[in-house]
């Protein structure tokens, strides 16, 4: 009797054993199914419905009195999209603001970084919050405010440059670019400068001061061990550097206010945006699927480069 009972004992342990891993497996999808409700409803959903509105178009039959209806179109608006030379010069126009904004900003921001690092820097909770600030201002604050600080007869940048002798047109064609680019690099520095200066706190100070009394400079520190020791910071703010030029529409569209010679196509998201205004909703599905892809391999790209170079070493 003994024997049959340690058997079932042993049994109803397996069951229960055998059971265990699979209450958790339940109990985890209980506790995962509301963030991957709201992810499909609000990032998965949005998405797969902008790619299926991109294969339509309006076609309106006859007079076009009767009202349009949806067909097929396939990859057709998105030869129309890359066929709009005014779209292609967006894309253009954004990949080159990046190429030279984001690498200025994120060298700025890791001076300060390491300035706000240093030992010898006297009033640094003040110079960080000042750093932060603009970041910390709406951004369409900050572009309202800029777009004073350039416009044509109320500029006192123009103004300072009129008494140099230097005739200045910050709105003007060719200085739209840097415009914005300053705008980027003002609002945007002190945010990545906070993302570094956290990663230089990690580093223990053992290591600097361990590399001071061996010779090295303080330049020599901050170049030789904390910049690659914050190697994955700088990856990240670079990312997402790529990704917010990306999406730059708020400091050209405010700027257009008083630079009415900035076209309305002028960034991807400000073409897509005009492109609701006039009703072509499959069109501007289109043009913000271009966007995203553009954006996704650049920071994939980007990604992938600094693997090997990390392999490489």
């Not at 509105?53 to 057709?76: I, K, N």
């Not at 709009?84 to 126009?93: E, Q, T, Y």
């Not at 739209?176 to 520095?189: E, K, Q, R």
Request: glycine residues 10%.
């Amino acid at each position: 009797m003994k024997t049959v009972h340690a058997g079932r004992t042993a049994a109803r342990k397996s069951q229960r054993g055998s059971g265990g891993p699979r209450r958790h497996g339940r109990t985890a999808a209980l506790f995962l199914a509301p963030f991957l409700l709201l992810f499909t409803a609000l990032y998965l959903a949005p998405i797969g419905y902008t790619v299926h509105q991109s294969l339509f178009r309006m076609h309106r039959s006859g007079l076009g009195l009767t009202a349009p209806t949806q067909v097929f179109a396939g990859l057709g608006n998105y030869a129309t999209a890359l066929g709009d030379p005014a779209f292609r010069g967006s894309l253009l126009r954004v990949l080159l603001i990046g190429v030279v904004q984001v690498p200025v900003m994120l060298l700025l921001a890791l001076a300060l970084a390491l300035l706000l690092d240093a030992r010898s820097t006297p009033f640094k909770r003040f110079f960080r919050l000042a750093f932060f600030l603009p970041y910390a201002l709406p951004g369409v604050v900050g572009a309202i405010m800029w777009s004073y600080l350039v416009a044509p007869g109320l500029s006192p940048i123009t103004a300072a440059g009129d008494h140099l002798g230097l005739h200045l047109d910050l709105t003007s064609d060719g200085m739209l670019g840097p415009t914005i680019g300053n705008m980027l690099t003002w609002g945007w520095t002190g945010y990545n400068m906070l993302i570094l200066h956290s990663a230089l706190q990690s580093i223990p100070p053992e290591i600097g001061e361990a590399a001071l009394m061996d010779g090295c400079s303080a330049l020599g520190v901050a170049w030789r061990i904390k910049v690659p020791m914050i190697r994955p910071a700088l990856v990240l703010t670079t990312v997402f550097s790529i990704i917010g030029t990306a999406q730059l529409y708020n400091e050209p569209a405010i700027l257009h206010t008083v630079a009415p010679n900035l076209s309305s196509t002028y960034t991807p998201i400000y073409a897509a945006h005009n492109a609701v205004d006039a009703d072509n909703f499959n069109l501007a599905a289109t043009e913000s699927v271009v966007l995203a892809v553009l954006a996704f391999a650049l920071s994939f790209g980007f990604l992938k480069l600094v693997q090997r170079r990390g392999v490489a070493r």
